[in-house]
């Protein structure tokens, strides 16, 4: 809930806050609405840790589609690596993102 609320509210003001949650592995899938709404914080390290979060399992899925969702081509290569994932939403949301990206 609270990771929601956050992540709808995001905005370049709280970019550091965001990107430390989002980031803190102890939170777990609490994140995925924070790891979701990165792109909002217009930082220019939200590529980079939204490519980190793709091997952490809780927010996998919300870091694919937001990279899709920024059409972010570098993530290309590791997010078709996620096509066979064992988990059913991180394969959709691999196959969702590559469409937006064009791959």
Same mark, same amino acid.
Do not use: C
């Given at each position: 809930m609270i990771g929601n609320g956050l992540g709808i509210f995001?905005?370049?003001?709280? &970019?550091?806050? !965001?990107?430390?949650l989002a980031t803190?592995?102890?939170y777990g899938d609490a994140r995925?609405?924070?790891v979701l709404n990165l792109? *909002?914080? *217009?930082s220019g390290d939200v590529p980079r840790v939204l490519l980190e979060?793709?091997?952490?399992p809780t927010v996998a899925a919300s870091a694919i589609e937001a990279l899709? %969702?920024? %059409?972010?081509?570098?993530?290309r290569e590791r997010i078709e690596r996620l096509l066979d994932h064992s988990n059913t939403n991180v394969r959709n949301q691999a196959k969702? &993102? !590559? %469409?937006?990206?064009?791959?």
């Open positions: 995001a905005s370049p003001a709280v &970019a550091d806050e !965001l990107i430390s803190a592995r102890e995925s609405q924070i792109p *909002k914080v *217009k979060l793709l091997d952490a899709g %969702k920024m %059409k972010f081509v570098e993530a969702k &993102a !590559l %469409k937006r990206i064009g791959g």
